[in-house]
């Protein structure tokens, strides 16, 4: 079969990964893609937010599946266009992917399903927002309703820093059209844990857990990221806690954007918080996470294309999810600068470190083909470097050493990725 993936970041590079694993697949396309996915799949610079356009490189390529990688075309409605022709495709149509599209929306729905999350108020104004900040407990998160590349979330300590978040988010729209609306939203303190889930609109199956760095310096300190590093699975996701999620908030959810008229078909990403008073969401999002994908995905035991089958065809019930027991880390390599300015076109040295090798990866993030032919820098975060091990301290250990092979100029990478291991 063919299969056309669009995106162009590490996540689409480790969902392509995992595709070509399949002995079902002839040829994999990816619209646009980027240097390393172009070792795996015919690359057509297609942007991901041209809709027609991908859907007339579908119908040309004569393509038997779309999978959708990123969030703005999930959100901006890409399935429905695709779907309206007649294509194969994989993830939430439009009505379903506001889950992640309107923390708004999401916030309410779990109010009113009683799925655990943390208090919080809706706000379409500053000056409302601003006069129930007078009145609240710091610290207090600030978060752009829309779609923010994951950076729209502010974490304030202080009134005063509470109201300059105000300023940037509802004011300045320092993120755009996704501050015309703002959550306000109670603090919470515990481990974050990630799982994503696969969904066919009524049956949920989790995947293995992961756990994220947002922060671009060690310590978690810096500004907030895409994701820095990722570990799989999280120690602190119990099987006490596994249960919990399950009864309490996977199957609530997908129940409750059943019973709103927005089945969801494809993946939600759960973030969570274990606090003392149980596991609460802290945010969904409607699709693979980054750089979540790139040590969930090389665990996976199954073929994924007969996955997303059953998630189409509504036969997850039928399907066992297995994952091999052991563990990845994976370290991201960044721009030094990002995520604010950074330069590009740096050439990257000792990617054919990684040929062949089925312990370690690396994952193309931001990356292109220049004039040369040479595999140059063009992002913020540049490679993901994923490794397995027998448990997380291996796997960590690994991963550092795994980034000792490749190299680029202006090259930047955090070095406590996976230091809650030692807690655990």
Do not use: W
């Not at 991901?48 to 703005?72: H, N, Q, S, Y």
């Not at 089958?309 to 880390?329: E, P, W």
């Not at 590009?344 to 040929?355: C, D, M, Q």
């Amino acid at each position: 079969m063919k299969v056309l993936v669009v995106g162009s970041g590490g996540r689409e590079h480790a969902i392509v990964y995992k595709v070509a694993q399949s002995k079902r697949v002839d040829k994999i396309y990816c619209a646009p893609g980027n240097a390393g996915i172009a070792g795996l799949a015919e690359c057509v610079p297609v942007p991901v937010m041209e809709f027609e356009k991908i859907a007339d490189l579908a119908e040309e390529k004569k393509v038997d599946l779309v999978i959708v990688g990123p969030d703005d075309p999930l959100v901006g409605g890409l399935v429905d266009v695709l779907k309206a022709r007649g294509l194969r495709t994989f993830g939430p149509d439009k009505k379903a992917a506001i889950l992640e599209g309107s923390k708004a929306f999401s916030k309410d729905l779990m109010k009113k399903y009683n799925i655990p999350t943390a208090a919080y108020e809706n706000f379409d104004n500053a000056e409302d927002a601003l006069a129930y900040l007078e009145t609240a407990k710091m610290p207090i998160v600030l978060k752009a309703d829309g779609l923010a590349l994951g950076k729209g979330v502010l974490i304030c300590n202080t009134l005063e820093e509470a109201k300059e978040g105000v300023k940037s988010i509802m004011q300045d729209k320092q993120f755009g059209d996704a501050g015309n609306r703002m959550v306000v939203e109670e603090f919470m303190t515990g481990r974050e844990v990630s799982v994503l889930t696969f969904c066919d609109g009524k049956t949920i199956r989790p995947m293995t857990s992961a756990q994220d760095h947002k922060r671009a310096l060690d310590g978690d300190k810096g500004l907030n990221t895409g994701g820095m590093g990722t570990f799989s699975p999280s120690p602190f996701y119990t099987e006490e806690v596994d249960r919990f999620c399950r009864e309490k908030i996977y199957q609530p959810t997908v129940d409750a954007m059943c019973a709103e008229g927005r089945p969801f078909k494809g993946v939600i990403f759960f973030g969570l918080m274990l606090t003392e008073d149980g596991p609460k969401v802290l945010e969904y999002n409607a699709r693979f996470g980054d750089p979540e994908a790139q040590v969930v995905l090389p665990r996976m035991e199954n073929d994924i294309l007969d996955v997303i089958d059953a998630c189409i065809d509504g036969t997850l019930d039928q399907t066992d999810l297995r994952f091999a027991d052991n563990a990845a880390v994976c370290v991201v390599l960044a721009s030094n600068g990002y995520p604010l300015h950074y330069e590009k076109g740096f050439p990257i040295r000792g990617l054919e470190n990684f040929e062949g090798r089925d312990d370690i990866f690396c994952f193309h993030a931001g990356t292109k083909l220049n004039e040369k032919g040479e595999i140059v820098t063009n992002g913020g975060r540049v490679l993901g470097v994923t490794a397995l091990g027998s448990n997380l301290k291996e796997a960590r250990k690994n991963a550092y050493a795994a980034t000792e092979l490749v190299d680029f100029d202006n090259a930047y990478k955090r070095g406590d990725i996976g230091r809650a291991i030692d807690e655990a």
